[in-house]
């Protein structure tokens, strides 16, 4: 009964800028759930920089929900 | 009378997530309340990866919600 | 004197929901108030996924507006 | 010395969303000086959908903005 | 050892909003250093309606921190 | 062991906004992986007022993240 999303806390930011990658990509994966398909995909949309942008800016609306889950890591040293 | 959002509260970030994703859908499905039409959109969507990572924006902003309405599930063991 | 928004405070999430739809409506209202310009473009953009996905971006925004309004309704019961 | 936006409380809610419809139309002011530009654009704009919706997604987030300021207007009677 | 971003505190909403427009613009900057090159985008995207309500969208994300940062400017009279 | 992001706190505003531009492009570089890829990309949306203002909107994103992880630099002198 694992989980792919068992906490939104992270040791450090770098973790959680990587869970926020892996929380854009989930909803991705939940709409196209072929995973043939998406590999199709996938070398149109790394060499086009408008979809680079746009997914650049989930991740950064994913980052703010696990910036704020984790206080922002101030406590962090 | 049931309700397809009795509450935004959620047992863990999975189950979290899977609501964003639903609140993104009933949307479109306000807004194009043809379950036909929403079925000639569908293969057409799910092989454009602008639409994809698109859907991957509607979530991340849903979760953004759904997340601080659960405290971010921070007392989940 | 009455208003279409008196008030972001809602029963139930539910509700919350169909006044973010509203909420994201009405702006299309104010910057085209000609009902018969917007008639000729509803069938159009409700055959188009990209148009559909956005206005579900839309009402995602003013969830996130009238969800906290009202506290995330976690004292509904 | 007056000014367009002496400050972000409103009485109502639909008066804060009237602030938000004006908070998005004075950036593209602030960008494109030129009123008769703007006249050009309008008919444009205004018969297109994607575009309205856009416009709507802004007037989204400021009204966010507002209505965080106002407290939600959660006193309004 | 002037900096372009002292702070984000101001006077007034109506300096915060030029503050986030400000905010807006240094970011193309910062990905396009060429003076030459933004003036020659200018007429372009001036008169491109698409453009100028992206740009109005930014300025609003932008607005909604420096508006958080100032208290929503509740004291000011 | 270093990080490329050690931690979401900055002296100063300037740098929190340096932070966001980071913020945006290491997206883009773990979806993109390929130096190369990039670079050919460049020039393009360099010249692109559209992507120019996406890749604002992404920076306007983390930066309210990082504002709001250091208190919106209120004690800065």
């Known amino acids: 009964m694992s989980s792919w999303l ?3 806390t992270t040791a450090t930011p770098e973790e959680g800028y990587d869970l926020a990658v ?3 990509r989930v909803a ?3 709409t196209q759930p072929d995973a043939e398909a998406r590999d199709r995909m996938r070398p149109e ?3 086009d920089a408008d979809a680079l942008i746009a997914v650049s800016q989930v991740v950064a609306t994913h980052f703010a929900t696990v ?3 984790n206080g ?3 406590d962090t040293p």
């Open 6 to 8: 068992p906490t939104l």
């Open 22 to 24: 892996k929380l854009a």
């Open 28 to 30: 991705i994966k939940l």
């Open 45 to 47: 949309y790394a060499e």
């Open 67 to 69: 910036a704020a889950a």
């Open 72 to 74: 922002y890591w101030r």
